[in-house]
């Protein structure tokens, strides 16, 4: 029996209510945590890496300039505050004083000042800071950035935590890639790595809590290490996660399966912590590659598709259904171009079809063997469209090769994937694969560029949000994304943790193990 | 026999180089590259191509190949472009668990699979044979993923008396060591079992059936001399050849067995870097696994001088 969507919503209730029920107070100190996570950490070393594994453990070690709250809007953490000049030229953050890195050292505007420097060398999404002019270091406690042009958006890109701007010792500027020494100024700090085996963070006693704040508050906040230690181990197989916490090795464990999670239910010594619109799944559309080069043509796919199916079978019933390519409670969040989204109506798709003059052309689908919600919604997808009459034909590869060929536009016209992170950051990443010159934007839409010029260079944030649901519109009017849904990820937690609430990552402050 | 085994190494090198030739060439030649798998999905091809340049990867094939080869035979393995380490560093980690796990599988599938074979050849067309048999037929069928899953729920879930999973270094404890190695080498270990039950069963049969058998047993030796010291040694033979073949299945078996109780193997190293395209780490793991190989079949060779005195090398 799948876990509905219902049962979801009373497990985030019971989550909300676990959160509040915990005030840190009556918080024991000491213990130690353990954490199964599914994947394994390739690196630590945030600047050089897109990984969640790496995110899971890196963001308890290592803190940003400015980071997001509870709701993914931008928010100070090692800054006290920012000011913007008038001109929009001049962003100046003035540091919290007092703050040590896990080697003892105190935190300076030097330091701040070379872990960019770095950023602006290897970091992988760089561009970020393309509109950077200067970074100055004026005096010990503050740092001032200097743009080449207005940019709105620009607290939004160096606070997401797509590849976050991490700050670290001035000692690690001119390491490479994957180089880095893991010191940082967050409340745990590195006591071992084992690759392929576990990562051990331990309290850092030293830790400057931020004491603007209350208590947690996304990736800011006041932050209280009290546990004396998290291990987070990787547990690939999730039989063996859900086997791991019921005997009680582990005491919360990620990506719980739903079928399991019905089984975890009956267990009064766990908790179900479900974070709903953890991911978005969805298929890139090539434009320049018949039969998808014909607006008709995929209009007709995107009415035919019937994505309760697609989801149902990919994500075993853990899902919501909305049309949004923010997930809702977002700053930016729309549903525009609603009225696109699931029709199903296989006939009126037929139709198009025929009005497009669809004669058996071959559309090819790309899909994955390495994530299996993706390559179940392949399926139905693929199932769906021969039913209206399209000949289908469908490839798997390993998500490598599928990443490779996604790069030449000859070789698909549906490309499967899930977007996680970059939704949740805001609108300015996570769809500028369709945005001229980048990835997917293969025939141009000189439209759709000059939407999200505005977007991103709007002083108005009102505005902002107005010019994000003209693009959103559009991007369902032309079909450059067929979206499908939000899959729900399911944490679980033995009853003995408290203060752990369900955000884009496991954030171990605050939280204590209980008797 | 020294000279035997020194042609033998030498008569290896050819195979090592293609081994790490046809290594080499097949991972550059499929597509997706560490890059593409660093920058993930949502990096643009200017951030690609800056990755493929900060780690090397837009110089030419042939350049790369020979840059290799050249570091290689400095004893130079590289260094893992997804791992803050050296390749060799990242092998020399793993070895300890892989090989631990194969040695212990190794010795419960003799401890098991030897006398299973015999017993069956002795009580042929019985119902202890036919026992034995199916059970042999079971072990090799059931997948080690699906076994390795029941055995934690049995083993961990149930009876809580092993760990789920996870790998304790024997320096640090060995009993925890001996504790966290048993269900993985019993889950690989009960595939090859029936395997060798099997080829010893039927190689049994055969030899019981020799003249010098019925001799020994017509001059009045006990059951127990004929069978223990005249019948085995010589299914020996077949029998380590067997053993032999196994240990290189064991390390292959431990790519699934190592994923799901978590133990950070070769096998685990192995398919990580497959995945992720980290191209030092699967040429260094691939040659060094294949001089094992090349150095167990070694092993097997010389001990077929050691158990059958008509074979003699060096002669």
């Known amino acids: 029996m799948a876990l509905t969507r219902r049962e979801v919503l009373t497990g985030t209730a019971g ?347 071959e559309l090819v689908i790309i899909t994955n063997s390495s994530y299996n919600s993706m390559y179940s919604a392949a399926v139905v997808v693929t199932e769906q469209l021969r039913a209206i009459g399209m000949k289908v034909r469908m490839d798997v590869f390993d998500w490598a090769t599928a990443i490779a060929r996604r790069r030449d536009r000859t070789t698909w016209n549906l490309w499967f994937t899930g977007q996680g992170t970059g939704p949740s950051v805001g609108p300015f990443t996570a769809l500028i694969d369709v945005v001229s010159p980048q990835l997917n934007q293969f025939v141009p839409d000189p439209t759709l560029d000059a939407i999200y010029a505005e977007l991103v260079s709007d002083p108005d944030e009102a505005a902002r949000k107005r010019h994000f649901a003209r693009f959103q519109e559009r991007v369902y009017e032309q079909v450059h994304f067929l979206k499908f849904g939000d899959l729900t990820k399911i944490q679980a937690a033995r009853r003995t943790v408290q203060g752990f609430t369900p955000y884009r990552i496991p954030r171990f402050w605050n939280v204590s193990l209980g008797a | 026999m020294l000279r035997f085994a020194a042609t033998r190494l030498v008569a290896a090198l050819p195979v090592l180089l293609l081994v790490s030739l046809v290594s080499f060439s097949v991972m550059h030649l499929i597509p997706g590259d560490p890059a593409s798998v660093i920058g993930g999905p949502a990096a643009t091809n200017q951030e690609i191509d800056a990755i493929r340049q900060q780690l090397g990867l837009d110089r030419p094939f042939l350049e790369q190949m020979l840059a290799w080869y050249g570091h290689v035979l400095q004893g130079d393995f590289g260094r893992s472009i997804l791992l803050n380490t050296t390749v060799w560093q990242a092998v020399v980690d793993r070895v300890p668990v892989t090989f631990s796990l194969s040695v212990l599988a190794l010795f419960m599938t003799i401890v098991a699979g030897v006398p299973a074979g015999v017993i069956a050849a002795l009580r042929a067309n019985t119902a202890v044979d036919a026992a034995v048999t199916g059970m042999a037929l079971l072990g090799v069928s059931v997948p080690s993923f699906w076994l390795a899953l029941m055995l934690i729920v049995l083993f961990s879930v149930i009876l809580e008396w092993l760990p789920t999973g996870g790998y304790v270094p024997f320096a640090e404890s060995p009993v925890d060591w001996f504790r966290s190695l048993l269900m993985p080498s019993l889950s690989l270990a009960l595939l090859q079992m029936g395997l060798l039950a099997r080829i010893t069963r039927a190689t049994m049969l055969e030899v019981l059936r020799q003249d010098y058998v019925r001799t020994a047993r017509a001059k009045g030796l006990p059951r127990v001399m004929v069978i223990g010291k005249h019948a085995l040694k010589n299914v020996m033979v077949p029998v380590i050849t067997v053993i032999g073949i196994s240990f290189g299945l064991l390390l292959s078996g431990s790519i699934v067995i190592e994923t799901v109780y978590s133990l950070p193997g070769i096998g685990r190293l192995l398919a990580t870097s497959i995945f992720g395209r980290d191209y030092p780490v699967i040429q260094g793991t691939l040659l060094l696994t294949a001089t094992m190989l090349v150095l167990v079949n070694l092993v097997v060779d010389l001990l077929y001088a050691a158990i059958d005195p008509r074979v003699r090398y060096g002669r």
């Open chain 1, 15 to 361: 989550a909300a209510v676990l959160a509040t029920m915990s005030p840190a107070a009556a918080q024991r100190r000491g213990g130690d945590l353990v954490f199964g996570q599914e994947a394994s950490v390739p690196t630590l070393d945030m600047h050089f890496s897109t990984s969640v594994a790496t995110r899971n453990t890196a963001m308890n070690m290592y803190e940003m300039l400015v980071t997001r709250d509870e709701r993914n809007a931008p928010v100070p953490d090692l800054a006290e505050r920012w000011e913007v000049a008038s001109d929009g030229l001049t962003y100046t953050f003035p540091l919290r004083r007092g703050v040590k890195f896990h080697n003892g050292k105190e935190m300076t505007s030097a330091d701040v000042l070379a872990s960019w420097e770095r950023y602006r060398r290897i970091g992988i999404q760089r561009r970020i800071l393309a509109a950077v002019e200067k970074l100055e270091a004026p005096d010990a406690g503050t740092f001032v950035v200097r743009l080449k042009e207005r940019q709105p958006t620009f607290l939004d890109n160096i606070s997401a935590f797509t590849t976050p701007i991490t700050i670290h010792p001035a000692e690690e500027k001119d390491k490479e890639g994957g180089r880095i020494e893991p010191i940082g100024t967050g409340p745990y700090r590195l006591a071992e790595f084992v690759a392929d085996s576990h990562v051990l963070i331990r309290r850092f006693d030293d830790y400057a809590s931020n004491t603007n704040h209350q208590g947690t508050d996304g990736f800011a906040g006041r932050k209280q290490a009290l546990l004396d230690s998290v291990r987070l181990r990787l547990v690939r197989e999730p039989g063996a996660r859900v086997a791991g916490l019921e005997t009680g090795e582990l005491h919360i464990v990620e990506d719980v399966p739903t079928q399991a999670a019905q089984r975890l239910r009956n267990n009064r010594d766990i908790q179900l912590l479900p974070l709903r619109h953890w991911w978005l799944h969805a298929a890139w559309v090539n434009h320049s590659l018949p039969p998808t080069d014909n607006l008709l043509v995929r209009r007709a796919i995107q009415t035919a598709l019937d994505m309760e199916a697609i989801m149902e079978i990919a994500t075993d019933g853990s899902y919501d259904l909305q049309p949004g390519l923010q997930y809702p409670g977002n700053p930016y969040y729309t549903d525009a171009g609603k009225q696109y989204y699931n029709v199903h109506d296989p006939d009126r798709a037929k139709g198009l079809l025929r009005e497009a003059g669809y004669r058996d052309q």
